[in-house]
T-cell receptor, first 110, second 117 residues
């Protein structure tokens, strides 16, 4: 079993829809939870990171962490075609080791 | 914002040759650089971590003699794939972090696509 599970998709939604991207994990030692966006043939860029459980909002993006369920989510409101990319979750434990999900390919249809 | 560049963006080489990939931090001093490999539809796999002026720390299963990493300055790290083989074909991405930047902050380069024939 992988430490971080992420559905590779693709996830295809119409423009304007609310998108929900998720990761589950098995290591309860993870403390920091990050979401990266990666456009095709580009390096990842950090979107948001959260510490411990709770919600964090930044514009159209909301990151949610439920440590009791070992489940994290990224919500995108009013999705745009420019949001089409692969979204990777990543988690860090107390030893600062960064563990990545496989990424979910998101397609926003105009 | 912090910018990291990589060169070349893509390279095709013959089996048995060596390929050097450069990673540069353009507007900050990168005390730590990371090298990742990403196969299609798979997550990033950390290959090694390098701190300026010291030897790189390789992840388990990564051959240090095959993937030579040099971090000789605060703005440049190089990855040399020696005696490349077709199975080394992949997307190689570097990231960098500078002093004062949080442990969760890594700025990624655009990646280098290596194809070994």
């Amino acid at each position: 079993q992988k430490e971080v599970e992420q559905d590779p998709g693709p996830l295809s939604v119409p423009e304007g829809a609310i998108v929900s991207l998720n990761c589950t994990y098995s290591n309860s030692a993870f403390q920091y939870f990050m979401w990266y966006r990666q456009y095709s043939r580009k390096g990842p860029e950090l979107l948001m990171y959260t510490y411990s459980s709770g919600n964090k909002e930044d514009g159209r993006f909301t990151a949610q962490v439920d440590k009791s369920s070992k489940y994290i989510s990224l919500f995108i409101r009013d999705s745009q075609p420019s949001d089409s990319a692969t979204y990777l979750c990543a988690m860090r434990d107390s030893n600062y080791q960064l563990i990545w999900g496989a990424g979910t390919k998101l397609i926003i249809k105009p | 914002g912090a910018v990291v560049s990589q060169h070349p963006s893509w390279v095709i080489c013959k089996s048995g040759t060596s390929v050097k990939i450069e990673c540069r931090s353009l507007d900050f001093q990168a005390t730590t650089m990371f090298w990742y490999r990403q196969f299609p539809k798979q997550s990033l796999m950390l290959m090694a971590t390098s701190n300026e002026g010291s030897k790189a720390t390789y992840e388990q299963g990564v051959e240090k003699d095959k993937f030579l990493i040099n971090h000789a300055s605060l703005t440049l790290s190089t990855l040399t794939v020696t005696s490349a083989h077709p199975e080394d074909s992949s997307f190689y991405i570097c990231s960098a972090r500078g002093p004062g930047q949080g442990l969760n902050e890594q700025f990624f380069g655009p990646g280098t696509r290596l194809t070994v024939l």
